[in-house]
């Protein structure tokens, strides 16, 4: 079994990475509108409107 556990919570959508029982790190976590995947948020999956004022939709790193 393996050491490092990823634990995500959808309803707060945050995952947590823990090490033998500890908390290592906590993220924000995001569904990509292409493939529905719970994933970790990263700013470079926003896709921009054509005015590019607004961002209308995250996609995954699969998916971009």
Do not use: H
């Not at 896709?47 to 996609?59: G, L, M, T």
Request: overall charge negative.
């Amino acid at each position: 079994m393996s050491d490092y556990i990823e634990i995500i919570n959808p309803q707060r959508m945050v995952g947590g990475l823990y090490f033998q029982g500890e908390l290592v790190e906590e993220y924000k976590i995001e569904q990509c509108d292409k493939c529905s995947k719970l994933t970790k948020f990263d700013q470079f999956g926003f896709q921009i409107e054509y005015d590019r004022a607004e961002k209308v939709i995250w996609f995954c790193g699969d998916c971009r």
